[in-house]
């Protein structure tokens, strides 16, 4: 697999990372890891050179960075980069970063961290940092050897970055990137920002949560037409991995295939050429005629207070939107609990303020809910093709 030797890190990092946060399940409904299938995911990925591992507090609802733990556990240390993160939400005072930061030392069962980050720095979370201190408290922990590289996770606007990285030294930032948010949440001025100050650039979300490898038919055909043995998702990894200064790219993987898959696309990076490219932007334009929500799945934006499953109800929404099965939509739907459905939403405005997308959770909740009545009325009536 295509590795990069990073100058600044004086490293030599694998191109492709695995992301913890979709981690097979046991069922479809929690969080629990299927920790037989999750570990010989792991173990294959680090028989082929992927030796970056990525987790967080809140992964799985916890459970991620305990499954770290367990699984890389089983190998040599020196084998692997683990990255973990400080969320700056939980950690409003020096004694709070210190319980949580020695709690994921624990739970990762390691001494330290290879690459460690404040987690989604947004407006707030920038706030809360700068406040409490705790870029000085994490220098500290790089200090007593706790953290070899320190960095930072991004999820809003170029001129925030911009004072960022002005205001702060760093290792290295992570950024959301696709070919989709190139343009729709600017990622382009996000990347040459970072290009700029000469930092090592992670890539999250390069697939947008799984959205990229379950397109409409008509990117799908876009894509078919110019390789017909290419995935989808392999055209989203590497539209990623091709851009100059891109350290590693993290895939949240969830099974064998997808393991396999990217594997299969950095081994080795064959580099979009300029007519890749232009196949790539009709897709994209065929892609967002379709209306979807932008919804990645990372479910920050969960617990909802109303008790919306607000992800599991973009999920359906979105793959009603790509695919058109009324039936399919509806048979998806029931499969929440009437609690978790999306007229329980009370637009309290709280999922907003977390989402690192900027959706507008509430409206949206609102049209799912609406589309949810239209089609289950026009089912009864035998419309769309169903039984009355």
């Known amino acids: 697999m295509d590795k990069r030797f990073i100058p600044g890190l004086d490293k030599e990092m694998p191109l492709l990372g695995f992301g913890l946060m979709r981690l097979p399940r046991r069922s479809a409904d929690s969080q629990e890891v299927d920790y037989a299938l999750a570990e010989a995911m792991v173990d294959h990925a680090l028989a082929r050179g992927v030796n970056y591992f990525d987790t967080a507090w809140h992964y799985h609802e ?3 960075e305990l499954f770290a733990g367990k699984a890389l556990s089983r190998h040599p240390r020196e084998s692997y980069f683990l990255a973990d ?78 004072r960022i990285v002005k205001e702060y030294d760093w290792d290295f930032a992570q950024i959301q990137l696709n070919y989709v948010d190139w343009d729709s949440l600017d990622s ?59 350290m590693t790219v993290l895939s949240g993987m969830t099974s064998m295939e997808q393991v396999e898959d990217n594997l299969k696309t950095v081994s080795p990076l064959v580099v979009l050429s300029d007519a890749e490219r232009d196949v790539i932007r009709r897709a994209t334009e065929a892609y967002l005629a379709s209306g979807t929500v932008p919804c990645t ?34 048979n998806a739907y029931r499969t929440l ?39 289950m009325k026009h089912t009864r009536t035998g419309r769309h093709g169903a039984s009355s």
């Open 62 to 64: 916890g459970a991620s």
């Open 85 to 162: 993160k400080l969320p700056a939400w939980l950690a409003q005072s020096r004694a709070e970063a210190e319980r949580v930061f020695t709690e994921q030392l624990a739970k990762c069962r390691v001494e330290y961290f290879d690459f460690y980050l404040m987690h989604n720095l947004s407006r707030e979370n920038y706030a809360i940092m700068r406040e409490v201190g705790l870029y000085e408290f994490l220098l500290e922990k790089r200090e007593q050897g706790y953290i070899r590289h320190l960095g930072f996770s991004y999820h809003d606007n170029a001129e925030l970055l911009a």
């Open 297 to 330: 799945g990372c479910r920050y934006c969960m617990d909802c207070s109303a008790g919306v499953d607000i992800p599991r109800v973009f999920a359906v929404y979105n793959y009603y939107k790509v695919r058109q099965y009324p039936l399919a939509f509806i």
């Open 337 to 375: 609990i009437d609690s978790e459905q999306a007229h329980n939403c009370v637009a309290c405005g709280e999922c907003v303020e977390r989402c690192p997308q900027g959706i507008a959770i509430p409206d949206l909740l609102a049209e799912v809910a609406q589309q949810a009545v239209d089609l």
């Open 188 to 246: 382009r001025s996000l990347y040459r920002i970072l290009r700029e100050k000469d930092l090592p650039v992670i890539i999250m979300e390069p697939v947008r949560g799984g959205q990229l490898a379950t397109l409409n038919p008509e990117a799908l055909d876009i894509f078919r037409q110019a390789d017909p043995e290419a995935s989808p998702a392999s055209w989203a990894l590497r539209y990623a991995a091709s851009l100059p200064g891109v």
